[in-house]
């Protein structure tokens, strides 16, 4: 089992599509497909019920995603540890609209907690462009995620 077939299952499940897969990973589609037959065959169960063109987990696949993330992770701790390169850590204050933070955010706020798992992250509503620019400008907020640019 290799991280880069760790990576691309996890992207796999992310995406349940080996076409995007490949795209996001800069892989050729047949790539793709070779690393996760292989995981299947190493662990010889399958990951992925293909239905069609569609593409499900099946319950191992379910199971076996949550260790890959695990993987995954420590495998960047571990090179951050031997390298020397600190992990960035330490708070960081977000201002959104609630319904930003509903509909908008999570994706990508996911993806940033996976990058940087020691940073904290705090919510804060915000109302007005002028109390945004304010808690920008003042270091209350450390970034705003608002539908209007702000002026300064």
């Keep these: 089992m290799e991280i880069k077939q760790l990576i691309t299952f996890k992207t796999a499940a992310e995406n349940l599509n080996f076409t995007y897969t490949a795209?996001?990973?800069n892989f050729a589609q047949s790539s793709v497909t070779a690393q996760i037959k292989a995981l299947e065959n190493e662990l010889e169960t399958p990951l992925f019920e293909r239905l069609g063109k569609r593409l499900v987990l099946t319950e191992a696949g379910?199971?076996?995603k949550r260790y890959a993330d695990k993987m995954i992770q420590l495998?960047?701790?571990?090179?951050n540890a031997v390298s020397g390169v600190e992990e960035p850590a330490g708070t960081l204050i977000i201002g959104s609209s609630e319904s930003q933070c509903t509909y908008r955010l999570p994706p990508i706020l996911k993806e940033f907690k996976d990058q940087f798992p020691k940073i904290k992250?705090?919510?804060k509503p915000?109302?007005?462009?002028?109390?945004?620019?304010?808690q920008l400008l003042d270091g209350t907020l450390d970034i705003a995620f608002t539908m209007e640019p702000i002026q300064h």
């Design 23 to 25: 795209k996001i990973l």
């Design 62 to 64: 379910r199971e076996f």
């Design 75 to 79: 495998t960047k701790e571990a090179k």
């Design 121 to 123: 992250m705090i919510f």
């Design 126 to 134: 915000i109302y007005s462009q002028a109390q945004t620019r304010a």
